[in-house]
């Protein structure tokens, strides 16, 4: 089943298989599926194929700083992700990173990588593994749009990836919300991301987007479109984590961002399903 949240009080669901919809508000919105779309080895779906993309409304808000993520504290600092979560099999036969003692805490491997950032014209792409099919991961790829959420000029960097691997994974319509978790841990290999939402975000919002240098915060756009998910996700009763990992153990998601790149550009930024 599919579900999709735009502003807090209108919601969009139906099945894919049928490609039918009920719509409590239909004007406002244009949806473009494919009732029998293509089934890729990885499961990869990227925003450059229109009969993955969903175009929603007024459905982006900015963060006000009234909740913000923690970081993950992990047992040692030998326990790599997959130790911690071992993962059950929900119905619908994936393996989905869940905690070995807590089963309503789960986990999602990001990655945002911008490999050429020094030529003119570079390429950034960004990637989750929400779960684990028997023999391959599943993953959500994409290249970087040019435009942000609030429709500002985003440049093509590995910090934006990163931090638009973060946020589609709060957006992402299949992820933990759908299986009731309590705690969603993001897993990255970025200090920038980790300590940026976890530290930083709180004092350049007290100095209203400045760093302590008084220069504009960098891709204020996307940090602010990324607290706003962390505070739907707690009013949805689910806390966001953040845990830095040596970029050995993120190694599928950092080579999908990677593949990522390669896919046509694209200007404007689309939620995916």
């Avoid at 669901?13 to 244009?30: A, I, K, R």
Wanted: aromatic share 12%; net charge neutral; glycine share 6%.
């Amino acid at each position: 089943m599919l579900s999709v949240w735009s502003a807090p009080s209108f919601r969009i669901s139906g099945y894919c298989s049928e490609t039918h919809f009920h719509l409590n508000n239909p004007q406002d919105l244009t949806f473009l599926f494919s009732k029998n779309p293509q089934h890729f080895p990885e499961t990869n779906i990227n925003n450059n194929n229109p009969e993955h993309w969903i175009q929603l409304p007024d459905s982006w808000r900015k963060g006000a700083g009234l909740v913000f993520p923690t970081e993950f504290t992990h047992p040692s600092a030998s326990a790599t992700p997959t130790d911690l979560f071992k993962g059950f099999r929900p119905k619908n036969g994936l393996l989905k990173y869940v905690h070995r003692t807590d089963a309503f805490t789960a986990l999602i491997f990001i990655a945002g990588t911008c490999p050429d950032r020094r030529i003119p014209d570079p390429k950034a792409g960004w990637a989750l593994i929400h779960a684990r099919a028997p023999d391959y991961p599943k993953i959500v790829s994409a290249r970087l749009e040019r435009k942000g959420p609030f429709g500002d000029d985003g440049s093509q960097t590995s910090n934006r990836a990163e931090l638009r691997a973060a946020l589609a994974t709060l957006r992402f319509e299949f992820g933990p919300n759908e299986e009731g978790f309590r705690t969603l841990v993001i897993v990255i290999n970025s200090k920038y991301v980790v300590e940026g939402s976890t530290t930083w975000a709180e004092t350049w919002i007290e100095k209203q987007w400045k760093t302590s240098k008084g220069e504009d915060v960098a891709s204020r756009d996307l940090w602010e479109a990324l607290l706003s998910e962390i505070e739907k996700a707690k009013e949805r009763n689910m806390a966001v984590q953040f845990w830095k990992i040596p970029k050995e153990w993120n190694v599928d998601a950092h080579d999908a961002a990677m593949k990522a790149t390669e896919q046509p550009a694209t200007d404007s930024f689309q939620d995916l399903i």
